[in-house]
């Protein structure tokens, strides 16, 4: 702007530089001051203090932004007096989700923050980095999709855009990504509608009282008919936004469809998962009835306090039916701590309606022996350890499989020095695992040098391998380690944590170079 306001990409300020430097029209060199930045589009917000206007570009209105138009990619190389110009076409608009064209026009480093111009001289929009991520999800962060270096992919904010937040931006707070706060059906989000499965606590979703296996119909009042449509009308809005959205609820004669008024949210909450207290027996093929077989309670649970009992069957929560375990860590997953929940349960011939205030996770940890009537197994002659090697890595790793056979045991990777260590933990832990249904699988470093990081790729392949051939239970399927190997266990753990349920680390801290979720 003509007052020293100037729009940058955010991919030269990731390092947050503690002083800016601008270089004027006339050559001068002034400081800047970083007003706030954009984390929905990557975009930062200087100003400068000056005493001459500033010359401001015209931009080309989002409307007449075509396919097939000349662009030019402007910026500056390491040599500041030279400008380093591309030429291309515009290749697509209305891209990420509706918050960038795109240009075949070499773009780099020397080009982010710099304009993407038509052969008018009019500025289409603020070159910047971008990346799709899983899921049609794109990542949010300053760098992601640096590595399209020179493509022919490369991405530029509309100037227009830019001028129409320039009032709000000014004010000094960052524009940051609207929430909803919903997880959605799964499946290709091009051609999955948007029904949900799960609502965020205290999200805007929960607060406009969403509910799982509703569906989202229309945005401001134009249809929606899948998840990625969902995403056009989502992902370019900032927090503070409001949206009026169309819902559907229930099937047949009782469906209805209503609007409900949404305010997007900055952040959303760290999950927090609500505890009931079943421990559910593993499903059997000899299972006939419908539900959840409850094999014991956690003392003092809301399940315990409620009148649950172990041989009870689970068959709804709230008002979701529960006719398999999978169904019912669903409905756990959209509920909260302190909701009070109605418990349908068959005991025997039976139908029981219960009630149970839910809780947090508890932190103490129990034994097995503290849970109901379990006992240590008589697992006779003590069991040999068998051989598990994968063809393309030198080592080998052991297990112990025990002798009662379960549909989906839990696996226990643990990660030794040596033989002499891997002896003294299958001491330890054998009678836990003929006990309690798990295997236990020893794994070695590849090197005599020990364990490193380079090991990673191992344990993943490791890891996958016994969950295919034991078919374990990844909510039972642990990886250990001590000192470097417990480092390994917290980065594999951390990183794969679909796969993995927890992590025992004796004397190891955690790596530097992990990124921890907030929950």
Not at 65 to 82: K, P
Not at 213 to 240: C, H, M, W
Not at 316 to 332: C, F, I, R, V, Y
Request: aromatic share 6%.
């Amino acid at each position: 702007s003509a007052d020293g306001y100037i729009v940058s990409s955010a991919f030269s300020f990731a390092q947050r530089p503690s002083s800016i430097v601008v270089g004027m029209p006339d050559g001068k060199q002034v400081p800047a001051e970083l007003v706030a930045r954009d984390l929905n589009r990557m975009l930062v917000l200087l100003k400068v203090e000056i005493d001459q206007e500033l010359p401001v570009p015209a931009f080309v209105p989002e409307r007449e932004i075509a396919v097939g138009q000349w662009s030019l990619a402007v910026g500056r190389t390491f040599q500041s007096e030279h400008v380093d110009t591309s030429l291309g076409i515009i290749s697509a608009t209305n891209r990420m989700h509706g918050r960038a064209v795109q240009t075949d026009a070499n773009v780099s480093v020397a080009n982010y923050g710099g304009p993407l111009v038509d052969i008018r001289g009019r500025v289409f929009g603020v070159l910047v980095p971008m990346a799709p991520g899983p899921g049609g999800q794109e990542i949010e962060n300053e760098v992601a999709g640096a590595e399209f270096y020179d493509s022919g992919i490369g991405f530029a904010v509309p100037l227009e855009h830019v001028f129409t937040v320039l009032d709000r931006w000014r004010e000094g707070e960052d524009l940051l990504p609207g929430k909803l706060g919903v997880g959605l059906k799964g499946g290709s989000p091009y051609v999955t509608p948007p029904e949900i499965v799960s609502v965020w606590p205290n999200s805007p979703a929960a607060e406009a009282r969403w509910k799982p296996e509703d569906l989202i119909v229309a945005v401001n009042g134009k249809a929606v008919a899948t998840q990625s449509q969902l995403q056009f009308f989502i992902r370019p809005r900032y927090a503070g936004d409001k949206l009026t959205v169309s819902l559907r609820r229930g099937s047949g004669a009782e469906v209805e469809e209503f609007d409900t008024e949404i305010t997007l949210a900055a952040k959303l909450a760290s999950y927090r998962h609500a505890f009931l207290g079943v421990l559910p027996a593993a499903p059997t093929e000899e299972q006939k009835d419908p539900g959840v077989i409850v094999e014991t309670i956690w003392p003092g649970s809301p399940a315990a306090k409620a009148g649950i009992r172990a041989g009870d069957r689970l068959t709804k929560l709230g008002e979701t039916e529960t006719p398999q375990l999978a169904a019912a860590l669903d409905a756990m997953k959209s509920l909260q701590p302190g909701e009070e929940i109605d418990l349908t349960i068959a005991r025997g011939e039976e139908e029981l309606k219960l009630q149970a205030t839910l809780t947090t996770s508890p932190e103490e940890i129990l034994s097995s022996v503290d849970l109901a009537d379990s006992k240590p197994t008589d697992a006779g002659a003590p069991r040999e350890l068998e051989e598990l090697k994968l063809p393309q890595f030198p080592q080998a790793a052991k297990f112990l499989a025990p002798e009662q056979k379960s549909p989906s045991p839990g696996l226990l990777l643990w990660l030794v020095e040596n033989e002499k260590e891997g002896q003294a933990v299958v001491e330890a832990w054998r009678e836990s695992c003929e006990r309690d249904g798990l295997v236990l699988l020893l794994a070695q470093p590849g090197s005599e040098s020990g364990w490193q990081f380079e090991d990673l790729e191992y344990l993943d392949q490791l890891a996958r391998t016994a969950r295919g051939r034991f078919k374990a239970d990844p909510r039972r399927t642990i990886i250990a380690g001590r000192d470097k190997a417990g480092q390994l266990a917290y980065a594999l753990g951390l990183r794969r944590r679909q796969d993995f349920s927890g992590v025992i680390a004796d004397n190891a801290p955690l790596p530097r170079t992990l990124k921890i979720p907030d929950n």
